[in-house]
Structures are given as structure tokens and as C-alpha cells.
């Protein structure tokens, strides 16, 4: 296999990561770019093409990788582990967000069995280390009326990143290099996460919540947080989330809001 230009890192191959797989949906249809605009666009296009239940774009480097909120993704080629899944769920487009849940607890699960680090979730959608963001997850819907066609859900995880490469960021950043000061194979890393999404998938499919699971493993509940939204910033503490990935405020004032999607900020740090 040809060797990525970051830090040695060996590229992804297709052919050893269909033979390891053992997925009954995730991964049976995949396309490997060196180098791409961004996963997340081909895996849309990919989508409204047919593309099956389950396919999976994955590239070595992205050029217009984005984040939530319009947010840039930067990572060197090989640097970062960059991926997007097409999915066919039987959900309302109300119910979309469990997709980005159970993906973010593929991830969680992934890396603590590859790299043996602890990570936790930050609502709506990032992977974070002691607070330092190394993932995440952007969630897109292609609709067929009112009805969801697909939903295509992205990760980015850094593996061998180098923070203090990176320009400043408002979120601090970090890597599984950096957390963990060895190597971390990227090919592992994408087999654990699509073997648990496929685990995952499966089950929602056939009537799972994956609510217990990813609250048990979010950063945000019980800390005073400003929640910026269309109209408003709001204030209070995250008390829950529900069934649907909403987040549960509370205002010093007994005011209770249910977030569906915001731009949450942990008072005096954020994340």
C-alpha cells in the first residue's frame, strides 16, 4: 500500500477493508478518493444517484471539508480519519438527529477500542477529549418531499493531526496522535466505526433508541450553557435530552426550552 504524506501513515485500501468487514449493510458499497472537495458533497451526489443503503464515501485528504454552522474541517492529507455514510432510515425528517447520535456513539466506541481513550460527546454533534474537540459529525438530508430520501451523515476524527499545526480555532483541538503519543491506525479505526454503526443501524432499524447510550456519554448534561439559536441566545443549565436528540435547558428562571439545534457554548469554555 502507498504511504500517506502525514507522519508515515499508511493509506486506507479498499480491498483489506472489505475483507475485514463483516457489516451486513455499512460499507458493502465504498468509494476511496486521495483527494476530494469534501465526503459529505459526493456521498449527496451519491445518494440521489441510487446509491444503495449503507454506501460509504471515504478520502484520504478533503479540500472544502466543513463542519456545522458552515464551519471548515482541516486536516494534511492522511492526517484524519474522513468519512460519510449513506443512509436510508425508516425516520421522520423530525427524527434525523438519532442518525447523528448513533453515529457519534459508533465513534465513541471505535476509538476507545483502537486508540484506548475515553471520549465524550458534546451536543449536538462533537467528539471531545478532557474538552479538546478531536471529531465530528455533520448530518445532511436529502428530503423526497416531505419524506427523508436518505440522510447522509459525515465524521471527521483526527488521528495524527498535529494541533499546533492547525490555525487558530475557537474549539481547542487534539488528536488520537496527541492524546495518546503513538500511532493510530486509521483502517482499524474505520473498521470499528462502520462495524459499529452497521450494530447500531440495524437495531434502530428495527425499533432501538440509542437515547440511553449517548446520554450516558454526553459532556453537556448539568453544566450552565448559553445556547445560541435563530432568534436568541439562552441561557441555563442542560438538564436532558430526549428521544429525538433535543436538548433540555432550564433558565434560572424555571423556563425550560427544547433546543432541536443550536451553537452551544459551556460557560467559560467552549467547546
Known amino acids: 500500500m502507498s504511504q500517506d504524506v502525514h507522519k508515515g501513515a499508511t493509506a486506507l485500501s479498499v480491498g483489506e477493508i472489505l475483507k475485514r468487514l463483516a457489516t451486513v449493510r455499512i460499507g458493502r458499497a ?3 478518493y486521495q483527494v476530494i472537495d469534501s465526503t459529505n458533497r459526493r456521498a449527496f451526489e ?22 456545522r454552522l458552515g464551519r471548515r474541517w482541516e486536516a494534511p492529507a492522511g492526517a484524519a480519519l474522513l468519512c460519510s455514510i449513506v443512509l ?17 456513539l459508533a ?37 423526497a418531499g416531505r419524506n427523508l430520501g436518505a440522510v447522509i451523515v459525515g465524521v471527521g476524527i483526527n488521528v495524527t493531526l498535529d494541533p499546533a499545526q492547525l490555525s487558530e480555532v475557537r474549539v481547542p483541538a487534539t488528536s488520537l496522535w496527541a492524546e495518546v503519543g503513538t500511532g493510530v491506525c486509521r483502517q482499524a ?23 440511553e447510550e449517548w446520554r450516558s456519554h454526553l459532556a453537556t448534561l448539568g453544566t450552565a450553557v448559553d445556547v445560541g ?26 423556563v425550560v426550552h427544547r433546543i432541536l439545534a443550536g451553537d452551544v457554548t459551556l460557560r467559560g469554555h467552549r467547546v
Open 46 to 67: 451519491w445518494a440521489q444517484e441510487g446509491a444503495p443503503d449503507g454506501s460509504v464515501v471515504i478520502a484520504e485528504e478533503q479540500t472544502s471539508g466543513r463542519g
Open 107 to 143: 465513534a465513541v466506541e471505535a476509538i476507545h477500542r483502537v486508540a484506548n481513550v475515553q471520549v465524550e460527546i458534546k451536543w449536538p454533534n462533537d467528539l471531545v477529549i478532557a474538552g479538546r474537540k478531536v471529531g465530528g459529525i455533520l448530518t445532511e438530508l436529502a428530503m
Open 229 to 254: 439559536t435563530t432568534e436568541d441566545v439562552i441561557r441555563g443549565i442542560a438538564t436532558d435530552v430526549d428521544g429525538d436528540g433535543a436538548l433540555i435547558v432550564r433558565e434560572a428562571t424555571g
Open 30 to 32: 465504498l468509494e476511496h
Open 189 to 211: 479505526l474505520l473498521c470499528e466505526f462502520l462495524q459499529g454503526v452497521d450494530d447500531r443501524y440495524q437495531a434502530m432499524q428495527a425499533g432501538w433508541s440509542p437515547l
Open 88 to 104: 436510508r432510515p425508516t425516520l421522520t425528517p423530525a427524527q434525523a438527529q438519532r442518525v447523528t447520535m448513533m453515529t457519534s
